[in-house]
């Protein structure tokens, strides 16, 4: 934007008329670089535990690139291309087109704010408080690392304190899949007691009763039937079904290992993080976490030193699904639960689009975006299947159905619970489920969230 004119101001007050060349800004921060006829300098405005006030640093300052501090988040304020009005001891009075603004350090709240209006205190002159500003920078910017290393450094032992919960949880339901092998042996052994009893059933049973002498005592079982349905058939069900939870549970002894691991891993991260007093180290210990918990670990956006500048935050709000990737890069959309399967099916998807859900098992609902008039390609059919049966309560199982058809024909009956919908003119897919798909595909996560 031009710049505004002249500032009436007295040449005498420190970098009074300069021009303001950007501004970065952090909640706790603010670093302008102004330049003076014959002179660029660094303006360090700082509210933190170390140190709160005004100090000015050289402009080619290299400790500002090695102290972590550099690369800020830009300001959106429209303040850059400003003059300087001048610098008092908390704050910095900036003339733009629209009127004044002010960088000012708010003691109480520990902050920086960047806002319409004017400053507080003194101008300071030049003469007075050149030399003592100067030394100030150094101390400020000093400050300004602490507290960027301190909230950085929370911001990971909340993540992977998050992250070891998350996997605390996956322990205790992948132990419950293994305690349903008990429920695989009984099922087997009921079936073995039901055999040569179905092969005398008349057709049209409705149940099947034997007595059990295997504890040497009498043991009545009894197995309701369908009647539309061959004893034997229903009978051969039970055999199915233990032998698919046996399966299942093999699969969970690996993933039970693999949370072990993962746990065991960020314990150790965690260690090291509390401990760590750079930035390279928390940079190192990020990049470690993310490598060793794919899918659990994630730093909340805005963490650590790139905040984002105080005047205008971005607000982001919970969106109802979760956004994954298919193998081709297209996103796979997943509710997060029974009101959220309502608006990700009701006012996310479009009438086009895919909807898939595992079916007869309580789940989540999953949408492919679709562009009008086109069809769903094979391989993005099965990630999405994938997910549904994953985010379903037959994951674990090794084969799962899933029904898939366009979001138009998904409708929801008046006042029935959330997330309950009616499917119509759907296709069946049979899953083989391939666990090293699904290991990649919930890995492919990304954030959810979206900006106001």
């Known amino acids: 934007m031009p710049a505004p004119e002249e500032p009436p101001s007295n040449p005498a007050e420190l970098f009074a008329g300069a021009f303001v060349q950007r501004v970065e800004t952090l909640p706790f921060g603010a670093i302008l670089r102004v330049h003076a006829p014959g002179e660029t300098a660094l303006v360090v405005v700082a509210a933190v535990r170390g140190g709160a006030g005004v100090g000015l640093l050289p402009s080619d300052a290299r400790a500002l690139a090695k102290s972590g501090v550099a690369g800020l988040a830009r300001s959106s304020a429209p303040v850059e291309g400003a003059r300087v009005g001048g610098i008092a001891e908390d704050g910095v009075l900036l003339l733009t087109e629209s009127g004044p603004w002010v960088v000012a350090v708010d003691r109480s709240r520990r902050r920086v704010e960047l806002r319409p209006g004017t400053i507080d205190g003194a101008v300071l002159a030049l003469e007075d ?20 290393i301190e909230r950085t450094r929370e911001a990971l032992v909340l993540a992977l304190e998050r992250a070891g919960k998350r996997i605390e949880r996956r322990i205790a339901a992948v132990g419950q899949d293994l305690a349903r092998v008990d429920e695989a042996n009984a099922l087997a052994a009921q079936a073995s007691w ?77 260690d090291e993080t509390r401990k760590a007093s750079e930035h390279g180290e928390l940079d190192v210990l990020a990049r470690r976490a993310r490598a060793a918990a794919p899918g659990d670990f994630a730093l909340a956006p805005g963490s650590g030193k790139a905040s984002g ?14 956004t994954f990737h298919a193998s081709t890069g297209e996103r796979i959309l997943v509710g997060r639960g029974g009101a959220d399967n309502d608006e990700l099916t009701l006012h996310v998807a479009r009438p086009h689009d895919l909807w898939l859900h595992a079916r007869g098992q309580p789940g989540a609902h999953v949408v492919v975006p679709l562009s009008k008039g086109h069809t769903c390609p094979g391989e993005i059919l099965v990630d999405g299947a994938h997910l549904a049966a994953h985010f379903s309560d037959a994951r674990g199982e090794l084969v799962v159905e899933v029904e898939y058809t366009p ?32 290991a990649r595909l919930v890995a492919g996560e990304t954030d959810s969230r979206e900006k106001g």
């Open 309 to 322: 500048p105080s005047t205008r935050p971005v607000q982001q709000r919970r969106l109802a699904y979760r």
């Open 407 to 438: 979001k138009r024909y998904v409708r929801k009956p008046r006042g029935s619970p959330p997330g309950l919908v009616v499917v119509e003119r759907e296709k069946v897919l049979t899953l083989r489920v391939d666990e090293a798909r699904v």
């Open 194 to 270: 039901l055999v040569a009893e179905a092969a005398r059933a008349p057709r049209g049973a409705r149940k099947l009763a034997v007595t059990d002498w295997s504890t040497g005592e009498a043991r009545q079982i009894e197995l309701p039937l369908d009647p539309a349905r061959p004893a034997r058939e229903q009978v051969e069900a039970l055999f199915t079904r233990a032998r698919r939870i046996k399966k299942g549970a093999s699969i969970a002894k690996d993933r039970l290992a693999q949370a072990r691991a993962r746990k065991a891993a960020l314990a150790t991260l965690l």
């Open 129 to 148: 408080a050149r030399t003592r500003l100067f030394a100030r920078g150094e101390e400020l910017l000093g400050a300004l690392e602490a507290e960027t």
